[in-house]
């Protein structure tokens, strides 16, 4: 990490704290890490090693008052551009070289042209399997900012299923599982990746399994028998 970046993401959170913009907001991808390193799993080291601060907006009608994010953020010394080959909203901090951007989940049969958040003022990212971290939220305090992260538990469930279409981003993701699984606890984490698992729908299902079998990780003691399913499938 970069000198300063964290000060600048701590920042920003407060600047979303002020604007009412917090309780709306869940801070995913690296960050999410940051903070599970930094106010809930003790002795886990984050895998940062990105520039990108990803916030999903687990409601894309909230929030339910119109904040001009960009006139905001550039009050702040944030650079706004919307990108020219996707049309999304990003904010981009100079000093320290951070981007933020913001997901939303991908509605129906998708598109490809980028959400309109309205009360944000800003264009957002659909993104499918989005559900897996929305719905499997927590709340920590991070020096004394109450702020959305998904648990531990769905954000290494969701990195599994999204691993066979992460590309050269894959051997990232699976340190950072692997990193995640080593500092929780498996024997209370188990009936937690067992409710999240079976709430996945079934190809999400098949993703995950692909994935497990291929990394060797085992989320709780009934998907060996999944595993072993899936290998004698893939051997027919």
């Given amino acids: 990490m970069s000198y300063g ?3 600048v993401f701590l920042n920003l959170l ?3 704290q002020t604007q009412g913009l917090l309780r709306d907001v869940m801070v ?8 599970y390193e930094r106010a809930y799993l003790p002795g ?15 409601n894309i009608k909230r929030p339910n008052k119109y904040i001009d994010l960009p006139s ?24 320290s070289r951070l981007e933020v951007e913001f997901l939303v989940r991908e509605m129906g049969r998708g598109q490809i042209a980028p959400y309109d958040v309205q009360n944000l003022n800003i264009k957002a990212q659909g993104l499918r399997h989005m559900d ?5 939220p927590i709340i920590v305090d ?7 992260v998904p648990l531990p538990e769905a954000y290494v469930v969701h990195k599994m299923v999204i691993s066979e279409k992460r590309g050269n981003k894959k051997e990232k993701d699976l340190r950072s599982i692997t990193n995640l699984l ?30 497990s079998n291929r990394a060797g990780i085992i989320l709780f003691p009934e998907q060996f028998l999944d595993l072993k399913k899936l290998r004698n499938e893939m051997e027919r």
């Fill in 5 to 7: 970046q964290a000060d």
């Fill in 14 to 16: 407060k600047i979303f």
């Fill in 28 to 35: 995913v991808g690296s960050w999410a890490e940051y903070i």
């Fill in 44 to 58: 886990f080291r984050a895998n940062l090693k990105t520039r990108d601060i990803d916030f999903l907006l687990p």
């Fill in 72 to 95: 905001t953020l550039e009050k702040e010394n944030y650079l706004f551009r919307q990108d020219v080959l996707n049309g999304l909203t990003i904010f981009f901090h100079p000093e």
């Fill in 132 to 136: 897996i971290l929305c719905d499997n």
């Fill in 142 to 148: 991070l020096n004394n900012i109450k702020v959305i």
């Fill in 182 to 211: 080593l500092s929780l606890d498996a024997q209370k984490s188990a009936p937690v990746f067992k409710r999240i698992y079976e709430q996945l729908s079934k190809k999400e299902k098949t993703m995950l399994n692909l994935t």
